[in-house]
């Protein structure tokens, strides 16, 4: 693997539109159960302001990815830009990455008893165009990038947000920017 | 929490068993000459709940007609692994069944053969659950309790096949077998229960499990009421008829399925914790 593409996040700027959702499903007319890719609201717990903080994933196209390592037909590979790519015609329908993923990116689809899942538009970046979801972002909060260190030394770039589960699990190629605990001014 | 997992709680527990006959077979053999016919009863048992296993896994399938596949990631997928030793162990016990209708070849290396294909199965079985995801099958626990289950449902079915074919020393050490196997299962969930609770979905499994009446019911019929039988029978050899045998695997039979659905409906893992 020469590089590691992925997504970076900007909660900042994302409104919760659900652009980026209808954008995939646009794309690949997917049927209706199946969420590739899914917007999240921050739980209150988590982000104590009183304002709706949003972040959006799909697959993370992990360095280590577990859905990988268990599917028993080979069905995912991991290309040479970092893209974790799930081939539907090879899945038995066995649900053992959905048990292995802590993202639950993988999704079942009941009508074709086959699991599907995000493969970062893969076909529209070797044409060198951006992945459905990221050009659909009106705010720009989703950009298309190369996870590496400069990137996660930048300021603000943060590799996980309160709720999600741990990066060490399997390394997820996403990056988020924020949220930013926001001050509250009062006119009195 | 997960969901109720019928064809693999099936596969699991019924080829577990007929491994378990396996092994508790080439246990007697090493002791005394295995007779004929109880050699050919525990085989041909032995295989009709493999046969019934293998079947039941494919409805866990969404494409059984493709199951065939499954076999083609053996450098990483337990589940790969699983399956390749399972085949063996069928093939293995083909040879055990020729061998119960010609007793010529080598009986003794062909069960030891078949059972260390079967236990590798049952291990690979167990792995497949040992996932960074699940805290609660993150370690060793699925392969002890996968291999227990043999061990102890093994051995009962064993003790009825044999009926009078059983020398009373083989009847009584494959029951004190299955009563050291209740002993080790009930001390390993203990140690199970108390290790999972230092992060919070090992936690959320000991509770649901703690709350839940099916768990007390499986500890009471699994558990404590097969513990009681065996511990009065093996005092006095006579308490022991063919029925109060037959309660004995009856309880502890659906004691281990009750536990394998628990198994699979206990596990929570770690996700996203945000609003949809």
Same mark, same amino acid.
């Given at each position: 693997?020469t590089?590691?593409?992925?997504f970076?996040?900007?909660?900042?700027?994302?409104?919760g539109?659900?652009g980026?959702?209808?954008?995939?499903?646009?794309?690949?007319q997917?049927?209706?159960?199946?969420?590739?890719r899914?917007?999240f609201?921050?739980?209150?717990?988590?982000?104590s302001?009183?304002t709706?903080?949003?972040?959006?994933m799909?697959?993370?196209?992990?360095?280590? *990815?577990e859905?990988?390592?268990?599917c *028993?037909?080979k069905?995912?590979?991991k290309?040479?830009?970092?893209?974790v790519?799930?081939?539907?015609?090879?899945?038995?329908?066995?649900?053992?990455?959905?048990m292995a993923?802590?993202?639950?990116?993988?999704q079942?689809?009941?009508?074709?008893?086959?699991?599907?899942?995000c493969?970062l538009?893969?076909?529209?970046?070797?044409?060198?165009?951006?992945?459905?979801?990221?050009?659909?972002?009106?705010?720009?909060?989703?950009?298309?990038v190369?996870?590496?260190?400069?990137?996660?030394?930048?300021m603000?770039?943060?590799?996980?947000l309160?709720?999600?589960?741990s *990066?060490d699990?399997?390394q997820p190629?996403?990056?988020f920017i924020?949220?930013?605990?926001?001050?509250?001014i009062?006119?009195? | 929490?997960?969901?109720w997992?019928?064809?693999?709680?099936?596969f699991?527990?019924l080829?577990?068993?007929s491994?378990?006959?396996?092994v508790?077979?080439?246990g007697l053999?090493?002791?005394?000459q295995?007779?004929?016919?109880?050699?050919?009863?525990g085989?041909?048992?032995?295989g009709?709940?493999?046969?019934?296993?293998?079947?039941?896994?494919?409805?866990?399938?969404?494409h059984p007609?493709?199951?065939?596949?499954?076999?083609?990631?053996?450098g990483?997928?337990w589940l790969?692994?699983e399956i390749?030793?399972?085949?063996?162990?069928?093939?293995g016990?083909?040879?055990?069944?020729?061998?119960?209708?010609h007793?010529?070849?080598?009986l003794?290396?062909?069960?030891?053969?078949?059972?260390?294909?079967?236990?590798l199965?049952i291990?690979?079985s167990?792995m497949i659950y040992?996932l960074p995801?699940?805290?609660?099958?993150?370690?060793?626990a699925?392969?002890?309790?996968?291999?227990l289950t043999?061990?102890l449902?093994?051995?009962?079915a064993l003790?009825?096949?044999?009926?009078?074919?059983?020398?009373?020393e083989?009847?009584?050490?494959?029951?004190?077998?299955?009563?050291?196997?209740?002993?080790?299962s009930?001390?390993?969930?203990?140690?199970y229960?108390s290790?999972?609770?230092v992060?919070?979905?090992?936690?959320?499994?000991v509770?649901?499990?703690?709350?839940?009446?099916?768990f007390?019911?499986?500890?009471?019929?699994?558990?404590?009421a097969?513990?009681i039988l065996?511990?009065?029978?093996?005092?006095?050899?006579k308490?022991?008829?063919?029925?109060?045998?037959?309660?004995?695997f009856?309880?502890?039979?659906?004691?281990?399925?009750?536990?394998?659905?628990?198994?699979?409906?206990?596990?929570?893992?770690i996700?996203?914790?945000a609003?949809?």
């Amino acid at each position: 693997m020469t590089k590691q593409l992925g997504f970076l996040h900007n909660s900042e700027k994302c409104v919760g539109c659900q652009g980026c959702e209808m954008a995939c499903k646009n794309e690949y007319q997917t049927d209706a159960a199946p969420r590739w890719r899914q917007v999240f609201q921050l739980r209150e717990e988590d982000y104590s302001l009183p304002t709706r903080m949003f972040f959006s994933m799909a697959c993370n196209h992990c360095a280590n *990815p577990e859905c990988l390592r268990v599917c *028993p037909v080979k069905a995912y590979t991991k290309r040479e830009d970092g893209i974790v790519v799930h081939d539907h015609d090879r899945c038995i329908g066995c649900r053992l990455c959905l048990m292995a993923c802590p993202y639950d990116r993988p999704q079942f689809n009941p009508a074709q008893k086959k699991v599907e899942k995000c493969n970062l538009c893969y076909q529209r970046i070797d044409k060198g165009e951006k992945p459905a979801c990221v050009a659909a972002c009106i705010p720009e909060a989703l950009q298309l990038v190369e996870i590496n260190e400069a990137l996660d030394q930048r300021m603000g770039v943060l590799k996980t947000l309160p709720g999600l589960p741990s *990066p060490d699990i399997t390394q997820p190629a996403i990056r988020f920017i924020g949220p930013k605990q926001g001050k509250q001014i009062r006119r009195d | 929490m997960g969901t109720w997992e019928w064809p693999l709680i099936v596969f699991t527990v019924l080829s577990q068993i007929s491994i378990g006959i396996i092994v508790g077979l080439l246990g007697l053999d090493c002791r005394n000459q295995l007779k004929e016919k109880l050699f050919k009863q525990g085989v041909v048992v032995s295989g009709i709940l493999l046969m019934i296993a293998l079947l039941a896994s494919l409805f866990h399938l969404g494409h059984p007609e493709a199951a065939y596949r499954a076999i083609t990631h053996l450098g990483s997928s337990w589940l790969s692994r699983e399956i390749l030793f399972f085949i063996l162990t069928f093939v293995g016990w083909l040879y055990l069944l020729w061998l119960s209708f010609h007793p010529a070849g080598k009986l003794r290396s062909s069960l030891l053969i078949t059972s260390v294909l079967g236990l590798l199965g049952i291990i690979s079985s167990a792995m497949i659950y040992v996932l960074p995801r699940v805290p609660a099958w993150n370690n060793v626990a699925p392969v002890f309790f996968f291999i227990l289950t043999a061990g102890l449902l093994g051995a009962l079915a064993l003790v009825i096949l044999g009926g009078k074919e059983l020398q009373p020393e083989q009847k009584k050490s494959l029951l004190n077998w299955a009563l050291g196997c209740i002993i080790v299962s009930i001390f390993m969930f203990v140690l199970y229960a108390s290790t999972i609770k230092v992060n919070a979905q090992g936690a959320a499994t000991v509770q649901f499990l703690l709350s839940s009446p099916l768990f007390w019911l499986r500890a009471g019929l699994g558990w404590l009421a097969p513990l009681i039988l065996l511990l009065i029978g093996l005092k006095s050899q006579k308490v022991f008829t063919a029925s109060t045998l037959y309660l004995v695997f009856a309880l502890v039979g659906v004691g281990e399925i009750l536990g394998r659905a628990l198994f699979y409906v206990s596990a929570v893992g770690i996700h996203i914790s945000a609003l949809f």
